[in-house]
């Protein structure tokens, strides 16, 4: 018997995603925001914490180990790059089916997590962007330059690449488990360009993305990337696309893309 078309609609609807939330926090002498960060977080937003210390200086594991969260630590600093590889490979292993990657410095907005979440679960995405540049950067205190910056690099990242992003370095984003486990992100570099690497291998792989405005707050305590490691930061970037176009176009194959 054939359906009518409304019930047949109603049967292809893609049903509600259910599972675990896990927050990771890629931490680096967050001693004295993680605490402020974590209380900020709505309990009903996740399941659970995982915390990376990535050889943090001052007091970052004495606090985490005081807040009920599970905290891991590397011997040596990794970076920023290689604390997220740790970040992913721990959530995973814990059986997150939604991660949610959240700065414990209180830049970003850490109330938002539920709304980063939201449309994983309902399927309408596998990988959610929290976009400063939806929002008002500039009046969070953003420094003039940065802001130059992104938008320039976005601007030639979304040419180069076929995307419409308002923002590809936003480091405040969710996804979902197959998203993770779809992509050689232990092949990613272990600095800042991670984060832009991941973005255009679940691109590559074509994963479904949505962006959604965050507030931001930048101050003393906030972790930032300085000029000069805003100028490597932005080669890496350049680095990538072009990895990306002759991956692409078949001239040489990268493992970050396989």
Not at 145 to 152: L, R, S, T
Not at 192 to 207: A, H, M, R, S, Y
């Amino acid at each position: 018997m054939t359906l009518p078309h409304s019930e047949t609609v109603s049967q292809l609807e893609t049903p509600r995603r259910t599972g675990k939330t896990i927050v990771v926090m890629p931490a680096y002498n967050a001693a004295r925001t993680l605490e402020k960060t974590y209380y900020q977080i709505p309990p009903s937003s996740y399941d659970e914490i995982i915390l990376v210390d990535d050889a943090s200086s001052d007091g970052t594991w004495a606090v985490a180990n005081s807040l009920p969260i599970h905290a891991i630590r590397h011997r040596k600093n990794r970076g920023y790059g290689g604390n997220q590889k740790t970040c992913y490979t721990r959530a995973l292993e814990h059986g997150a089916e939604f991660v949610v990657m959240l700065h414990p410095d209180y830049q970003y907005d850490p109330t938002i997590v539920g709304d980063l979440v939201a449309p994983l679960r309902r399927g309408e995405a596998d990988v959610v962007l929290a976009s400063r540049m939806l929002g008002d950067p500039l009046a969070g205190g953003m420094p003039g330059w940065k802001y130059v910056a992104n938008k320039f690099l976005t601007g030639i990242e979304n040419l180069a690449i076929g995307t419409r992003f308002s923002e590809f370095h936003t480091g405040y984003r969710a996804f979902t488990r197959k998203a993770l486990e779809s992509v050689n992100f232990e092949a990613n570099s272990e600095n800042f360009v991670f984060d832009n690497e991941i973005i255009v291998q679940l691109v590559f792989k074509g994963f479904r993305f949505k962006e959604i405005p965050v507030t931001t707050r930048y101050s003393y305590d906030c972790s930032s990337v300085r000029f000069g490691q805003g100028c490597v930061y932005g080669l890496g970037i350049l680095k990538t696309v072009l990895k990306y176009f002759v991956h692409r176009t078949g001239i040489y194959q990268f493992k970050q893309f396989l």
